[in-house]
Structures are given as C-alpha cells and as structure tokens.
C-alpha cells in the first residue's frame, strides 16, 4: 500500500513493509539507507512542572528521572554520553548512523542560546545525522522556535510534544499544567514553520474509555502531525501514580485490552502518520504492568491480531474522514 507524505509534497512515495503500519524504523532506513538509532541523552534539563513555575511534582505519571532512558550515564558530558551510547549500539544493533535524542525532562526548557550550544555539541559528531527534542507544548517560546527551524534546515530534526490526551479533564486530573488547546497552538505553530512534530499519547490514563482514547487519536489525525508515540499507562517508582495504585485506586489496561486498542487505534490513524512507537518501555523504574516487561511478545501480538483481522493502519477511515485528510 502506498501513500504520498501530505506534510512534505515532495517527498518520494513510501510503501508499508514487514509491519501492517508505518514504522520510523523504516522512515529511517529510506531515507538513511541504512541502521539508524537514537541515542537518548540527558542534558540536565528541569521541568516547568517540577520546579515551581507552574507547579512541582511533575506529571501524575512522570517520576524524578523525568522520562530519561535507562542506562544514561547522567553524570557524564553530553559528548561522553553519546560516545559511550554509540558504542554500545553499534555492537547490539549494528547501527552506522545516530540521532540525538534530547530525551529526559523538558529539553527547550533555557534560552535559546543555551540550547544552541547543547544542539551544537551533538551535532558537531560526524555519526549524528539529526536531532530528536523531548518538550512540553508549553516551552515553545519564539526565540526557540526560531532555533528549531533554523536546525531543521540543516539537519534532520523531530520536536516531540506530549499531547498524552486531547480531554482537558483528563489534562487536569493527571496534572498536566496545561490544556490541550495549549498543544493545538504548539502544533500549529511548528507546522507553519515546517517543523516535524511527533505527539505522545498515553492509552489507559484514568477516567478515559475506548471511546475516548480512540477520539484522541482522530484529533492526532486532524493536527496533521508527522509522527506518534503510543504509550500504554504504567506505573514508574516514586510518581503520583505509584502511591495511587499502592492504594489500590488505579486500574490498569491488561495486556490483551492494550492489543486490542492498539490495533483499534492504528486502524484509525492516518496512513501518512509515522508511528515512532505502539509502547512504553519502564524497565527498572516499572511497578505494574508486568506484561509490559515483555515488550517482544507485546509488539508480536500486535502484529499478529492486526494479521488476524487483516487490517493497517488507516484501513478503518471512513469515507468522511478520507475526505477531510486528504
């Protein structure tokens, strides 16, 4: 099945291989000819959400790692950091290229020159043929989405938002600090500037049904966005929803549920959209669900119940909603 790129006219035409939806696995190799692996880094960044500004804590969800990868060696320089890291995929993955992922806090969180000098230090390596930032849609600020832009002019360059949800309810009840009217703006914003933009979205967060998650994603839909990150709901030590489920008042998707959503959810997503993910990776920091442990056998049911019901992404658009996307 083949589709052209509504957000890049010019690009060539892609073809959904092994998987039944578009992988930025394969985006990477198309266009890299070759293995391609994000590096996750941590550049020593807060959070506007942890450090008082508009409120501390962090997410319901987020933990005091602030979604850092394992295994970064956090105390070491960012040129180190990628040294060590690069070495490591190259030996598990083979990987010949790399893209810097600004991964743990709030990576636009400083000043514009101060980001600069980060960005720079990353890409100054011959290996790094683009850049990844991890941020909230409230810390786009216009002197750094100038910086972005500029970047995204001379290199391969994904902004990553957090969306989460498109209800406010739920945007307040996991305290978010921000509502999504915040996030459309922030989308728009980077999209009339020709920025690649790739929304999170949590599945299972409480309060939310099928129908909910599913309406979220026809919103990621509308947005027009390059790229997604599904993530399930799971439980990391020392967050707001540690001490919740401990409790016994959080409930969380089993693993069949997640499948079945998934697949629901993918079956409804724009064909053009890159899904960077179809789920969360806790490792250490993972209380519950323990299924998610076994990410492999996650991601082949995945595959194996989109076989089963001999579906794709975007097969279950209806005729209506073809006509609004494309």
């Given at each position: 099945?083949?589709?052209?790129?509504?957000?890049?006219?010019s690009?060539?035409?892609?073809?959904?291989?092994?998987?039944?939806?578009?992988?930025?696995t394969?985006?990477?190799?198309?266009?890299?000819?070759?293995?391609?692996?994000?590096?996750?880094l941590?550049?020593?960044?807060?959070c506007?959400?942890?450090?008082?500004?508009?409120?501390?804590?962090?997410?319901?969800?987020?933990?005091d790692?602030?979604?850092?990868?394992?295994g970064?060696?956090v105390?070491?320089?960012?040129?180190?950091?990628?040294?060590r890291?690069?070495?490591?995929?190259?030996?598990?993955?083979?990987?010949?290229?790399?893209?810097?992922?600004?991964?743990?806090?709030?990576?636009?969180?400083?000043s514009?020159d101060?980001?600069?000098?980060?960005?720079e230090?990353?890409?100054?390596?011959?290996?790094?043929?683009?850049?990844?930032?991890?941020?909230?849609?409230?810390?786009?600020?216009?002197?750094?989405?100038?910086l972005?832009?500029?970047?995204?002019?001379?290199?391969?360059?994904?902004?990553?938002?957090?969306?989460?949800?498109?209800?406010?309810?739920?945007?307040?009840?996991?305290?978010?600090?921000?509502?999504?009217?915040?996030l459309?703006?922030?989308?728009?914003?980077?999209r009339?500037?020709?920025?690649?933009?790739?929304?999170?979205?949590?599945?299972?967060l409480?309060?939310e049904?099928?129908?909910?998650?599913?309406?979220?994603?026809?919103?990621?839909?509308?947005?027009?966005?390059?790229?997604?990150?599904?993530?399930?709901?799971?439980?990391?030590?020392?967050?707001r929803?540690?001490?919740?489920?401990?409790?016994?008042?959080?409930?969380?998707?089993g693993?069949?549920?997640?499948?079945?959503?998934?697949?629901?959810?993918?079956?409804?997503?724009?064909?053009?959209?890159?899904?960077?993910?179809?789920?969360?990776?806790?490792?250490?920091?993972?209380?519950?669900?323990?299924?998610?442990?076994?990410k492999?056998?996650?991601?082949?049911?995945?595959?194996?119940?989109?076989?089963?019901?001999?579906?794709?992404?975007?097969?279950?658009?209806?005729?209506?909603?073809?006509?609004?996307?494309?």
């Open positions: 099945m083949e589709y052209r790129r509504g957000a890049e006219p690009a060539p035409l892609f073809v959904m291989h092994d998987k039944r939806y578009r992988t930025f394969e985006e990477l190799k198309q266009r890299f000819g070759c293995r391609v692996q994000r590096v996750s941590d550049a020593g960044f807060s506007p959400n942890r450090d008082g500004s508009i409120g501390v804590g962090g997410c319901s969800f987020c933990n790692r602030g979604a850092a990868a394992v970064v060696p105390e070491l320089p960012l040129p180190e950091q990628l040294a890291s690069k070495e490591y995929l190259r030996r598990k993955f083979k990987a010949e290229k790399f893209l810097a992922y600004f991964q743990a806090y709030t990576n636009t969180y400083s514009a101060t980001l600069r000098g980060l960005y230090t990353v890409l100054a390596d011959s290996e790094v043929v683009g850049l990844i930032i991890g941020t909230r849609p409230d810390c786009l600020p216009l002197p750094v989405l100038e972005l832009t500029e970047l995204h002019r001379r290199t391969y360059l994904w902004v990553e938002l957090g969306m989460q949800t498109m209800h406010d309810r739920t945007l307040e009840a996991i305290r978010r600090g921000h509502d999504h009217a915040c459309v703006e922030a989308v728009s914003r980077c009339e500037r020709g920025l690649r933009v790739c929304l999170h979205l949590i599945l299972g409480p309060g049904d099928r129908a909910d998650m599913l309406a979220s994603i026809r919103e990621v839909n509308r947005l027009g966005v390059a790229g997604v990150k599904l993530h399930h709901l799971h439980v990391l030590k020392n967050s929803f540690a001490e919740l489920y401990g409790q016994g008042n959080l409930q969380l998707l693993r069949e549920q997640y499948v079945s959503l998934v697949c629901d959810a993918l079956e409804l997503l724009d064909p053009r959209i890159i899904v960077h993910r179809v789920m969360g990776d806790g490792r250490s920091e993972l209380l519950a669900p323990d299924w998610s442990r076994r492999l056998e996650v991601l082949n049911a995945i595959d194996a119940e989109l076989e089963k019901r001999n579906s794709r992404q975007g097969s279950r658009l209806s005729v209506t909603e073809q006509d609004v996307l494309f």
